[in-house]
């Protein structure tokens, strides 16, 4: 029969730090192989919420065969106005394989004060895991961000790396000219650099201009190229998509119970050539009412298939504001093809839909 034997002693030095240790042999008659486990570890309480703990198991079975765990993590907590946390795992076969697991972030808890700097942030993080020489996964993630008077900018970098050596890297620098968002002239800008696998680059742009002229208008001029759209399945979790929208927009804000707007934009695909352009006058009366009356105006021409149309039309919405026991809601609308109607449609299309609930 075999014999086990365990020793065992966990013991607080001191009201912050406390160590362990486990020691185990079994030992077995014959040619059958003795085993020893060894188990140890200690804690430092930093305070805050912030304590490290490192454990390590070793375990041997004959002289030939063993393995190997060490751990270690800092709890999650704050420590001079920051935000720490991570920890670090390694698995270990004798001679055989090696696994590693790391994982470490920190961020400023409150925007604070440097020099002519004010708000600033920055943040900082990263997950990784390796077998043997070959990378599971290498998330990076790190920012920093400030204004200076109503100037605010911010840089951004994250990387993603798959096995087999994919990686995707996005640089990112933004600003704003005006962070009260009461200035007469304001822009905000968002430049991405987005690399992709096989050293492929993406530029993700968007920008928005606006302009007060008066108390009564605004002008908003915007522009996005490559815009990201999520996906699970990707990288960085957004692919880049092909497209470019340019944006106009001129709107009356001197009328509580009256807004006007005109809109223009413009859609390009760089894959497919497909353009549209659209106009847009809307008009929106008893703005200033739970139950507002919405008026439009739109021509429109596209060209997807290598052909040009065009269309114009309107539509006249009410939407009632919800009472206890009833609801209602209409719209009226109609669409005119002036140039290549699809072979689905005709020429003059009326369209009215009545929506009313109630209950007793």
Same mark, same amino acid.
Not at 79 to 90: A, I, K, P, S
Not at 246 to 259: D, Q, S
């Given at each position: ?147 200076? !008077? ?6 951004? @970098?994250?990387?993603?790396? *798959? =096995?087999? /050596?994919?990686? &995707?890297?996005? #640089? ?10 009461? !200035? ?6 968002? @430049?991405?650099?987005?690399? *992709? =696998?096989? /050293?492929?680059? &993406?530029?993700? #742009? ?155």
């Amino acid at each position: 029969h075999e014999t086990r034997v365990t020793n065992s002693v966990s013991q607080a030095l001191s009201p912050r730090i406390g160590v362990s240790v486990t020691d185990t042999k079994v030992e077995r008659p014959g040619n059958q192989p003795d085993e020893t486990h060894r188990d140890y570890g200690f804690w430092v309480d930093f305070g805050r919420n912030i304590r490290l703990n490192y454990k390590a198991q070793r375990n041997l079975k004959g002289e030939t065969e063993g393995d190997r765990h060490d751990e270690v993590n800092v709890t999650p907590g704050q420590v001079q106005g920051v935000n720490l946390g991570g920890g670090y795992t390694r698995n270990s076969w004798d001679h055989r394989r090696d696994q590693h697991a790391g994982n470490v972030n920190f961020s400023n808890v409150k925007p604070f004060q440097w020099g002519w700097f004010r708000d600033v942030k920055f943040n900082y993080s990263a997950d990784t895991a390796r077998d043997m020489d070959q990378w599971q996964r290498e998330n990076r993630a790190m920012g920093l961000g400030a204004r200076i !008077g109503a100037f605010g900018f911010a840089w951004d @970098y994250k990387s993603q790396s *798959l =096995p087999f /050596g994919d990686r &995707a890297i996005d #640089r990112i620098f933004s600003f704003t000219t005006d962070t009260t968002g009461k !200035g007469r002239l304001r822009a905000d800008v968002s @430049y991405n650099v987005r690399t *992709l =696998p096989m /050293g492929n680059q &993406a530029t993700i #742009r968007d920008y928005q201009i606006t302009a007060l002229p008066s108390k009564s208008w605004e002008i908003v001029h915007s522009l996005k190229t490559n815009p990201l759209q999520s996906d699970g399945n990707a990288l960085l979790g957004a692919i880049a998509t092909p497209n470019r929208l340019n944006k106009w927009n001129v709107n009356y804000l001197g009328n509580k119970r009256t807004n006007f707007g005109l809109a223009y934009e413009e859609f390009f695909n760089e894959q497919t050539n497909q353009q549209t352009s659209v106009l847009k006058l809307g008009l929106k009366l008893f703005a200033d009412n739970p139950s507002p009356l919405d008026l439009e105006f739109i021509t429109a021409e596209s060209n997807t298939t290598g052909v040009m149309q065009r269309s114009h039309g309107f539509k006249l919405g009410f939407v009632q504001r919800p009472g206890p026991n009833q609801s209602l809601s209409f719209s009226f609308s109609n669409l005119n093809w002036e140039l290549a109607r699809p072979e689905d449609q005709s020429i003059n299309n009326w369209n009215f839909r009545l929506d009313f609930s109630w209950r007793r």
